[in-house]
């Protein structure tokens, strides 16, 4: 399983980290934080400095927050942290940004908790320190931050930094979850789904997978999708499992794009599309998802239908590989 990252990550394989904990990753970046107090008028408003980082004017942004850092304003020194950290209007120095997040850390401010946490991880600015990350990380998910939470919870299931312990973990998943966090929605959905942590209900594993596919998860999505194909945990529909799985697929799920491929060779859910089929199984080939029935039906095609989808696949996956400008 991956964990602590930007998304924060993907869960891709979330049930076998279940059963497999030791198997997970740190990736480690802090998003920038966004501010968690309002700042009234007369206090400079800090949002003016947030509102700059917001639009990329990070030198105004670095002027106006380091105003407010002079008077002791949390947020402004977690801003400044970040800009520093970024390299943003301003050179890169870990160092600094490290001086600003304890500053602002020892304010109870979350982000910077949160923020430091993810030095400790790295080691950046510093011996990289995994119990000092956890002990930073459980202060900011106490504080109410949803990703903190959700990393936290992972930390429970691998079992380093504090015992294993599967249903604190879906507490904090269920913090996270709650605060709108797509990773923690599938982590407790796939939670419910194998009765790990939490009592085995299929419902509330789809209720979960579906807010988690909402939110942009693609691993969610596909797993959303095949419980409403089959209607398992919710009502059966093959049509909207069907543009669940062609979304999924275009945003590069080879799991779904063989999926995708089976409903266009049956015609279940959306019309057969031979050529579309076969394409869309080339596509996750490439990416190392092989389906032997799929071979079959494709070998059973006219050279022409074969041909076509050929062609559109390599067009989809070169449109993929081309750097973007």
């Avoid at 504090?162 to 973990?169: E, G, W």
């Avoid at 599309?273 to 039906?297: C, M, Q, R, T, Y």
Wanted: charged share 20%; with cysteine; net charge positive.
């Amino acid at each position: 399983m991956k964990f602590l990252s930007q998304k924060i990550f993907c869960l891709g394989a979330i049930a076998v980290a279940l059963a497999s904990p030791a198997t997970a990753q740190v990736t480690r970046n802090a998003p920038p934080p966004p501010p968690n107090t309002t700042a009234n008028t007369d206090q400079g408003n800090i949002d003016v400095a947030y509102g700059a980082f917001q639009r990329g004017l990070y030198i105004t942004a670095f002027n106006e927050a380091s105003k407010r850092a002079q008077q002791n304003d949390a947020s402004a020194m977690t801003l400044l942290g970040e800009l520093y950290a970024q390299g943003l209007g301003v050179g890169r120095d870990d160092s600094k940004a490290a001086q600003w997040y304890k500053l602002a850390a020892a304010k109870n401010d979350r982000d910077a908790l949160f923020a430091l946490a993810m030095f400790n991880f790295q080691g950046r600015a510093g011996t990289r320190n995994t119990e000092e990350a956890a002990r930073l990380l459980d202060a900011a998910a106490k504080l109410g931050h949803p990703v903190a939470a959700y990393d936290l919870g992972l930390l429970y299931i691998q079992g380093q930094q504090f015992p294993q312990d599967f249903k604190r973990a879906g507490e904090l998943f269920a913090m996270a979850a709650e605060a709108g966090n797509g990773e923690a929605q599938y982590a407790l959905a796939t939670m419910y789904k194998e009765g790990r942590g939490t009592p085995k209900d299929m419902n509330k594993a789809m209720q979960l997978m579906q807010r988690a596919s909402i939110a942009g998860n693609v691993d969610a999505m596909v797993e959303f999708a095949i419980a409403q194909f089959n209607g398992e945990g919710v009502n059966k529909d093959e049509a909207a499992a069907a543009q669940l799985f062609l979304k999924a697929a275009h945003l590069g799920n080879a799991v779904a794009q063989n999926r995708l491929a089976r409903i266009l060779m049956a015609g279940r859910g959306m019309p057969a599309d031979a050529a579309e089929a076969i394409k869309w199984h080339l596509v996750a080939k490439a990416a190392g998802n092989s389906d032997p029935d799929l071979d079959v039906f494709a070998a059973k095609q006219k050279p022409a239908v074969r041909d076509s989808a050929d062609a559109a696949a390599k067009k989809w996956l070169s449109t993929v590989a081309a750097p973007r400008p």
